[in-house]
């Protein structure tokens, strides 16, 4: 009795002094004593296990080139787990110095080419895919996926990102996450919130009204985590309506513990924000890639009562969930062989289905009539443009591709599909792209740039070339190609086509049509260029978008006809740039001087303070507001080149039947949709919803509210496809009442094969529904905003 009585004054003393589990530690963590766990930890121990243990850039690290890991504590069982970007595959050096191996994981496809095929189906594979490799290549933890709003065409990480749609961005993330975390993996959707613009993102204040920040920002993110409650969040470098999104205490906790019920665990943006403590506060669980200076800080603030230990405690116990879900933690055995040859086939199937197919015949307006010159009938092939022989696979930057084993050549792909590809062609532009490079790079290309290499200026032809050309070949393709990514954004100049290219298109397609031959272009970009100022000029107009290591098969694919096109535009493709409201508001023309200045984290924080804010730089206001990408065109009437959700495909659909039901605020609303053409094809079925009296109203004109994909269907086939809106689904976000919002009336449900074309409609009417939520994340100036 004595000895346990001493023993016990004995734990009561080290409890005191904070080194008690040092002498008396025997547990391990495990998924029932988390709270134990919390309890018996240091106050330095916690300390560390909030913050990330450095980047892991060299090679002495586990895993050279990931993004991170995090806090092991060994005598309490929690083991370092790893992690990387990026939602277009695991990114890591594929050489290590003290191994004989290769690693190479898959280049899977661009997130806007996963967004074109409006499939929760392909998402969630391509998901599971990096999900798979993640675990099987000893990590834990990938850092996807992106999916900040499309607000603006130039934003440098469009490519990363989905869509200007929250619906769509919500539903393709949740199936990503999904499968990621099928495989034991956890996701990381990201960057939470508002990080629209890439120009001095580390600084740079998104400035909104409760309203679109609800309607159309948070949006993407609450769909995504109430259909797949992901592990992880990341928060955004940029500050939103005031402070930093990292160390925002509304967003974080207000809006998505509280009122969303997420449960998972944030981690900052590497290096993003500028108080640790505020940023623990603030719900913000673990800071990457962590520093020193962050640990005496929130060392300090813990011993002082400014940070309190049940914050603390709270940030710990969240990151401990996670660690208990991961492989790392669970002693998986990985292999380092992922099946790579079952994830190329869904790069290539996601890929193909990723195309869209813009134009297809000369006298063809967007949609009907006019010869179709796709699929290719002729067997021979001249490939025109510089991208047709450097093909980009996806973006620049830390979520861009640059790890890729290979990338199947457009050449490659042509062939491999039984095409003929001019050879002459080959050999002169093999010559012009390394006479270029050698101008672009006088001293070799950097081995490593965030920045997106510069590209070749484009040729023109003598008339031999042209003339030989012609003569084998029954078809011109022209490849035009836009990479951007991490860090800057897009200028208004790389949105419309450089000199070369006017001239090569103009060239192209005149000897060609002199001749009784067509030309196709296909797009190989990251986010929309100009096509109304030349389309005319040529025959066919592909999107293929930027489809990861099998790009030229799949390319090949559509244009054989082995693959019926079915992707559809993910965002609109405007007329010029300007012709968007949110481009008045957006960093379109920021000098180079000043752009390379900012370039990767934005200004200098102590250097921001001191300056007078700049417009579009240092603060940017979303005046156009709720009005978005389609919800701008299609509710102010103004004209696109094509508009979101539009496709072409080789066969045609028809819809019938379409009915709708209603039950205890759930309406499901059914359409026949049957192959009225002559290929096999499957077919995006889009609804849309119009609220009564949307003008008057302040309302967009019609919003996407749910999509479906059909199953492959035959010449002749139909098939029934249900899609389901409930009354709150419809809800606005009422200001005045800080309350979701649907007001009772008569609404009009339509089904559409893009924002513009409307194929079948019927209306139904809909109850009043309230649901009030916190007055939170007001803006802190007076925004002068868009109204219809
Ligand atoms: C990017 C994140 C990325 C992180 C870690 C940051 O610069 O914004 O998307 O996950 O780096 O590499």
Not at 246 to 273: A, C
Not at 735 to 746: F, I, M, N, Q, V
Request: aromatic share 10%; charged share 25%; proline share 3%.
């Amino acid at each position: 009795m004595k000895k346990i009585k001493l023993c016990l004054m004995l734990a009561g003393t080290f409890l005191g002094s904070g080194l008690h589990m040092s002498v008396f530690a025997q547990v391990k963590l495990s998924a029932t004593n988390i709270d134990e766990i919390v309890q018996t930890m240091t106050l330095e121990e916690k300390c560390h296990l909030v913050l990330g243990c450095g980047m892991h850039f060299n090679d002495e690290a586990k895993f050279p080139g990931t993004a991170g890991s995090t806090y092991a504590i060994a005598r309490l069982g929690i083991p370092e787990t790893y992690c990387a970007d990026s939602q277009q595959g695991l990114r890591m050096d594929h050489h290590r110095d003290w191994d004989h191996r290769d690693y190479y994981p898959t280049d899977f496809v661009a997130s806007m080419t996963l967004a074109s095929t409006w499939d929760r189906e392909a998402a969630y594979k391509v998901g599971q895919g990096i999900g798979n490799e993640v675990k099987e290549f000893g990590l834990d933890w990938i850092l996807s996926p992106s999916m900040n709003l499309i607000r603006d065409a130039l934003c440098g990480r469009n490519h990363e990102y989905y869509s200007e749609d929250p619906y769509l961005s919500g539903m393709i993330a949740a199936g990503y996450v999904n499968g990621v975390q099928s495989e034991g993996t956890a996701a990381c959707p990201k960057h939470f919130i508002a990080n629209n613009q890439e120009t001095n993102r580390s600084n740079n204040i998104s400035q909104m009204s409760q309203r679109a920040l609800r309607e159309i920002y948070l949006k993407a993110f609450e769909i995504m985590v109430k259909e797949s409650n992901p592990w992880t969040i990341m928060t955004s470098y940029n500050k939103l309506n005031g402070p930093y999104a990292v160390q925002n205490h509304e967003l974080l906790t207000t809006i998505v513990r509280d009122e969303w019920g997420w449960k998972g665990m944030y981690v900052s943006d590497w290096g993003g924000g500028d108080n640790a403590v505020a940023a623990m506060q603030a719900g913000n669980d673990m800071l990457q890639p962590g520093s020193d200076m962050q640990y005496q800080t929130i060392l300090a603030a813990a011993k002082n009562g400014q940070l309190s230990m049940e914050v603390l405690d709270a940030n710990v116990k969240r990151i401990l969930e996670y660690v208990v879900k991961t492989h790392n933690f669970r002693g998986y055995a990985y292999t380092n062989t992922p099946d790579l040859k079952a994830h190329a086939q869904v790069v290539r199937e996601v890929g193909a289905d990723g195309i869209v197919l813009l134009k297809n015949g000369r006298s063809s307006s967007a949609s009907e009539g006019g010869e179709k010159l796709l699929p290719l009938k002729g067997k021979r092939v001249a490939l025109f443009g510089c991208t047709s022989y450097d093909w980009i696979s996806g973006g620049s930057g830390f979520g861009g591709t640059t790890v890729g084993h290979y990338t199947v050549s457009l050449v490659e792909g042509m062939r491999s599909a039984g095409y003929e590809v001019c050879k002459p062609l080959i050999g002169i532009y093999k010559k012009h792209i390394a006479g270029e490079q050698k101008r672009l790079y006088p001293n070799g290309r950097p081995q490593f740039s965030l920045m997106p290499p510069a590209r070749a200026e484009e040729k023109l032809f003598s008339n031999e070339e042209l003339a030989s050309a012609i003569d084998g070949s029954d078809v011109a393709i022209i490849s035009l190609g836009r990479k951007s990514g991490e860090a800057a954004d897009r200028s208004e100049a790389d949105f419309y086509l450089k000199d070369g290219e006017k001239a090569l298109i103009k060239q192209i397609s005149e000897a060609y049509h002199a001749q009784g031959k067509q030309v196709v272009v296909l797009l190989d970009i990251c986010s929309p260029i100009d096509v109304a100022s030349w389309q005319d000029q040529v025959d066919a107009l592909v999107c293929t978008w930027q489809g990861g290591q099998e790009s030229g098969f799949a390319v090949a694919d559509v244009l054989s006809g082995k693959v019926t096109p079915s992707g559809k535009l993910p965002m609109t493709f405007q007329i010029k740039y300007g012709d968007a409201y949110a481009d008045k508001n957006f960093p379109s023309n920021v000098d180079d001087k000043t752009l390379g200045a900012m370039f990767m984290w934005g200004r200098n924080k102590d250097d921001a303070k001191k300056r007078e804010p700049q417009k579009n730089i240092d603060f940017t206001n979303y005046e156009e507001d709720i009005y978005v990408g389609y919800r701008y065109f299609d509710s102010f009437d103004k004209p696109v080149a094509y508009p979101f959700g539009f496709g072409l495909s080789y066969t045609s659909f028809d819809y019938g039947n379409m009915r709708v039901s209603e039950k205890n605020g759930i309406f499901t609303i059914k359409v026949d949709v049957k192959n009225t053409g002559d290929y096999a094809g499957r077919n995006v079925v889009e609804l849309f919803v119009a609220a009564p009296d949307s003008k008057k109203a302040n309302k967009p004109a019609k919003e996407l509210r749910n999509f479906a994909k059909t199953r492959l269907l035959q010449p002749g086939e139909n098939e029934t496809v249900t899609m389901t809106v409930s009354t709150a689904d419809l809800a606005s976000f009422n200001e005045k009442l800080s309350a979701w919002k649907t007001d009772a009336g008569l609404y009009t449900f339509m089904i559409c094969s893009s924002a513009s074309d409307v194929e079948a409609k019927a209306t139904a009417k809909v109850k009043a529904y309230t649901h009030k939520v916190n007055n939170v994340l007001k803006p802190n100036v007076k925004l002068n905003l868009l109204h219809r």
